[in-house]
């Protein structure tokens, strides 16, 4: 078992920048995946960012590559992501979320199937 906690979320103006925190509650030693997720109201939730740790590859969705920057630290227990050039379509709550058991490695990169364990969300809002 593992909690994670988001942190970091907020309300910005459309340009600006944001770093969101996620903090699991051990070293997660046997973690395949790692990432982000977002859902904004009457939506369903989407992937934005993931880091595959097995072979050291990061994945973003489309509509964030080059704003948003997914990175982890201390052997895990720590990840981020770096949002610049917020747009009011990024407005959602956002969730951390963790893989455990290698579905991750198998499934579309993006798939919240893949991750058992997720935390309570952070929401940002960027306004029009």
């Known amino acids: 078992q593992v909690q994670l906690v988001e942190s970091g979320g907020g309300s910005v103006q459309a340009g600006g920048s944001l770093r969101l925190s996620c903090a699991a509650s051990?070293?997660?030693?046997?973690?395949?995946?790692m990432g982000w997720f977002r859902q904004a109201p009457g939506k369903e939730r989407e992937g934005v960012a993931v880091?595959?740790?097995?072979?050291?590859?990061?994945y973003y969705a489309d509509s964030v590559k080059g704003r948003f920057t997914i990175s982890q630290v201390n052997a895990k227990k720590t990840l981020y992501l770096q949002m610049n050039s917020l747009k009011p379509e990024d407005t959602a709550m956002y969730y951390c979320a963790a893989d455990l058991s290698s579905r991750c490695l198998y499934g579309d990169w993006y798939s919240t199937n893949n991750f058992g364990y997720w935390g309570q969300g952070t929401q940002v809002t960027v306004p029009s």
């Open positions: 880091i595959v740790f097995s072979v050291g590859n990061t």
């Open positions: 051990r070293y997660i030693s046997d973690t395949y995946c």
